[in-house]
């Protein structure tokens, strides 16, 4: 294989407990007292997003016992 295009593969990666990042509700969805939510995966656009995503994807393909080639 020589090319892999995944949609929405930004979207699979989980955010780490020392990056937490709160976001205000969409219009329509507001909290009571104004309250925020708490992200636990990443969005499109947010700055963390490629680095989780190449983090999970490593992890993934290191379980199948490839190695990185150092060099590219």
């Known amino acids: 294989m020589s090319h892999i295009d995944v ?21 329509g969805f507001e909290e009571e007292d104004g309250k925020v939510w708490r992200l636990n995966k990443v969005l499109y656009g947010l700055v963390q997003a490629p680095v989780r995503y190449f983090e999970a ?11 990185d080639v150092g060099f590219e």
């Open 57 to 67: 994807f490593t992890s993934e393909v290191r379980s199948f016992g490839m190695k």
């Open 7 to 27: 949609t929405q593969a930004f979207l699979c990666a989980e955010l780490k407990e020392d990056k937490v990042v709160y976001v205000q509700p969409l219009r």
